[in-house]
Nanobody
């Protein structure tokens, strides 16, 4: 089972930026689509951005134009560059392969946007 370790979160003021990283262990990383998800308190986990093995990206409308997903297959790492952060972006951010059903989740990384 592939494991994920997310990092890069923190406390940032509105309008700020963070670069999140997710390192995967195990084999097969390069052939799978990867995604970033987030879960805010009291809300369901939602898909934020995805990237195929070939680099095709897709974004939730709420983050389009502000977030950029990328991957480095040699490092088994997927990134989420966030910018123009808003208080409503506050959540725990997770990465996973797609489809994510039945897969284990990492601890996530907390992003808090507040002045």
């Amino acid at each position: 089972q592939v494991q994920f370790v997310e990092s890069g979160g923190g406390l940032v003021q509105p309008g700020g930026s963070l670069r999140l990283s997710c390192v995967a262990s195990g084999s097969g990383f390069s052939i799978y689509s990867m995604a970033w998800f987030r879960q805010a308190p009291g809300k369901q986990r939602e898909l934020v951005a995805s990237i195929t093995s070939g680099g095709i990206t897709n974004y939730a409308d709420s983050v389009k134009g502000r977030f950029t997903i990328s991957r480095d297959n040699a490092k088994k790492t997927v990134y989420l560059q966030t910018s123009s952060l808003k208080p409503e972006d506050t959540a725990v951010y997770y990465c996973n392969m797609l489809p994510s059903a039945g897969r284990s989740w990492g601890q996530g990384t907390q992003v808090t946007v507040s002045s």
